[in-house]
């Protein structure tokens, strides 16, 4: 099945600055790379999301690149604020079609220095 | 709020006991899944229901099962419990057969097992 790799575990940056989350996948057939945000006290939720033909997308301030000949994806987090301050996973959907959901990292946990 | 209802939000019980644990789907979405949190293992996949029929499972337990019902609400019923099924317990729901971006998850139901 497929394995998700998630790095660091813990990033801790000034308000301002960048962040880079990284992520590898083991099944060349996944396709699809979501990423959620996870606030304390609540379900994971949907920020940004990739597929297996595009190499790059935008969303205001957060961006995600796909290397799929390295199997691995990040997360870009540009002008980081406050309210970025949060567990953010990585996922996989597996080739099997996607009816056994996603495959997470183990989350890394994100710390906005002010 | 994702649409997506999980009762109850916490739940505290003895080992060897018995629960079930509630989601109710947001509108129109025919599929559940289920997923496990614990600090060590991460976001685990359990089971993956499409209007009323189990589409996949993952790491679930035999002591733990789901349903889902013809209304589209699903339960996860997890029995002789024990110490180690303490965790968060997300489901989630979407439109259709297999994960995309329109899957939302629930804010989950925290599990203490004493």
């Known amino acids: 099945g497929e394995n998700v790799e998630q790095h660091p575990s813990t990033l801790s940056v000034q308000e301002g600055d960048s962040a880079v989350i990284k992520c590898t996948y083991s099944d060349s057939a996944s396709n699809y790379f979501p990423w959620y945000k996870q606030e304390l006290g609540k379900g994971p939720q949907l920020i940004i999301d990739?597929?297996?033909?595009?190499g790059e997308k935008k969303d205001q301030r957060i961006a995600v690149t796909l290397n799929k000949t390295a199997k691995h994806f990040s997360l870009h987090i540009t002008e980081t604020q406050p309210e970025d301050s949060a567990v953010y996973f990585c996922a996989a959907r597996n080739s099997g079609g996607g009816a056994d959901g996603l495959t997470f990292g183990k989350g890394t946990h994100l710390i906005i220095q002010p | 709020d994702s649409g997506v209802t999980q009762t109850p939000k916490h739940l505290i019980t003895a080992t060897g006991q018995r629960v079930t644990l509630r989601c109710s789907p947001r509108?129109?979405?025919?599929?559940v899944y289920w997923y496990q949190q614990s600090l060590d293992q991460g976001l685990q996949f359990l089971i993956h229901?499409?209007?009323?029929?189990?589409?996949a499972k993952g790491n679930i337990l035999e002591r733990f099962s789901a349903q889902q019902f013809p209304d589209l609400h699903s339960e996860l019923n997890l029995s002789s419990l024990e110490l180690g099924d303490s965790a968060l317990y997300f489901c989630?729901?979407?439109?259709?057969?297999?994960?995309?971006?329109?899957?939302?998850f629930g804010q989950g139901t925290r599990l203490t097992v004493v």
């Open positions: 509108s129109g979405d025919l599929s």
């Open positions: 989630a729901s979407s439109v259709g057969r297999t994960w995309g971006t329109e899957a939302f």
């Open positions: 229901y499409y209007n009323g029929e189990e589409r």
């Open positions: 990739i597929r297996s033909n595009v």
